[in-house]
């Protein structure tokens, strides 16, 4: 028998085995060792879940936005007592440091308690309509929803769905990582406890290729919620085009930090710091390239080459560490391919660019901070999403190539202008085709505030009240306030009428 602890799926309220009572393990990059068993759920657990969620639903789907504001607050307040709990799991699954996760997860009951605030707040329309009539909308659910998630921000990327999900009166079948599964598993306990009926929230592990693949393939969802590779979301909203479904996708980037020469180097130079390799550069809106007027061009590169050297890798829950091991031995394996295509490409290496395995980092997946120079930008290195701490520097001359250099990409999800001249940093915001622009700062996020990419980065809004509309549809309601007669095929026809 194994000694380690078994996450089974959450369904209809319980932790249950999956159907064909299969597991499969969850390891530690930090050791390269499982640090838990997960029950792999698939075809027959996803349709036991959708057809679970759709039966909650006729319920739940009914409930005031009083009733559901109340849990949503409730569950804002039971995880963050149990944060520190959740904070350790989700450091041990993904390998990114402590003080990485105790900050983001220190941030997550806010996304309850804004979607619990607006579940109860939000306000219908009366629009105009011509005659003597009321008209007015109403935003009602729209059923099951099917949650889809990576594993670099396991619970937050959850949260930003599941948060708006039950504000809008939907329910959830959530497929997590089968590389990070375990906080999503465990977050049925705060919103069972919360109040939340048996049902609403039903987490099925398992592969892509498998459960993910049931889930957004099932006919039984009214809309498909994936954070994801871009390949996986093309994959996903073509399936979800067949069953004509609504899709939210959150998918690659390559962000770009615009640094004029009108900043101040030092803070530009922590930004780009902290934009390359926090979460070990494993974030869709890390700032992969960094743009630099040539005027500060050597000394940002001198700068940043001997901060990257300075951050420390070690021990992921030791609190002092700032940066963890890669996620997996796969991820770690398409780092080191790209530091290798950027070498032949002929990118000048300045930083980092081998694997550490000295002893205590041999077991784990370790890569330091790497910083290529001399890039250009139609490179491999500074066009395709490597997903690891690598970042290219590139110089340019003028505005205008900086912004040309920002926008040749195929992604377009968010970037950062670092400037001192307010009428640059709007000027050059408005010609970035991106969904989320940050000036003088980097993966600046509020529960308020919309997220989403342009371009190949994604499809949809999270966030704010977009995201709100996004898990709700329409319904337009229109009252004939007149007690005048009305019979078409008697009258006789003067007046305009639509049909
Ligand atoms: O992502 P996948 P992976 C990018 C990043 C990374 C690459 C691959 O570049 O290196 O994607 O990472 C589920 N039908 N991002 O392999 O496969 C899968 O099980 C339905 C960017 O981890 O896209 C997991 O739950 N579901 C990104 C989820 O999709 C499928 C975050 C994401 O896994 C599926 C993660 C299918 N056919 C990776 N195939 C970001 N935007 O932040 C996979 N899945």
Known sequence: ????????????????????????????????????????????????????ATEAFRSWGKTSGEERSKILVRAAEILAERLDEFVRIEVDQTGRAYREMSAQLARLPEW??????????HE?????????????????????????????????????????????????????????????????????????????????????????????????????DLTGGTETGKAVASLAGKNLVRVGAELGGKASSLIFEDTGLDNAVNGALFASFIAGGQTCVQGARAL???????????????????????????PATQMGPLVSAKQLARVEEYVEIGVEEGAKLVAGGRRITDPPYDKGYFYP????????????????????????????????EAVELANATEFGLAGA??????????????????????????????????WGGFKMSGIGRENGIEAYHEYTQTQNIIVNLSDEPFDWFVEDVTGKRYS
């Open 1 to 52: 028998m194994s000694e380690l602890p078994l996450y089974q799926m959450f369904v209809g309220g319980e932790h249950v085995p999956s159907a064909s009572g299969k597991t499969f393990e969850v390891e530690n990059p930090a050791r390269g060792e499982a640090i838990a068993l997960v029950s792999e759920g698939d075809k027959k657990d996803v349709d036991v879940a959708v057809r679970g």
């Open 112 to 121: 309850y308690a804004y979607f619990g605030a607006l579940a109860r707040t």
């Open 124 to 224: 219908d329309t009366v629009p105009p309509f011509g005659g003597n009539y009321l008209n007015y909308t109403r935003r009602v659910p729209l059923g099951v929803v099917g949650h889809v998630t990576p594993w670099n921000h396991p619970l937050l990327i959850l949260t930003k769905k599941v948060a708006p999900a039950l504000a809008g009166g939907n329910t959830i079948v959530a497929k997590p990582s089968e590389i990070a599964p375990l906080t999503p598993i465990m977050l049925g306990d705060v919103l069972r406890e919360a109040g939340l009926p048996d049902g609403v929230y039903n987490v099925v592990p398992g592969f892509g290729a498998t459960a993910g693949l049931a889930l957004t393939s099932h006919p039984g969802i009214r809309k498909v």
């Open 292 to 318: 630099v007027h040539r005027s500060l061009y050597d000394e940002f590169v001198e700068k940043l080459m001997d901060r990257a050297k300075r951050i420390s890798l070690g021990d992921p829950q030791d």
């Open 369 to 400: 901070p790497t910083v290529f120079a001399d890039v250009k930008n139609e490179m491999r290195v500074a066009q395709e999403e490597i997903f690891g701490p690598v970042v290219c520097v590139i110089p340019f001359d003028t505005e205008e």
């Open 417 to 450: 202008i670092w400037t001192n001249d307010v009428r640059r940093a709007h000027r050059v915001a408005h010609q970035l085709e991106i969904g989320v622009v940050w000036i003088n700062d980097h993966h600046r996020i509020d529960p308020a505030s919309p």
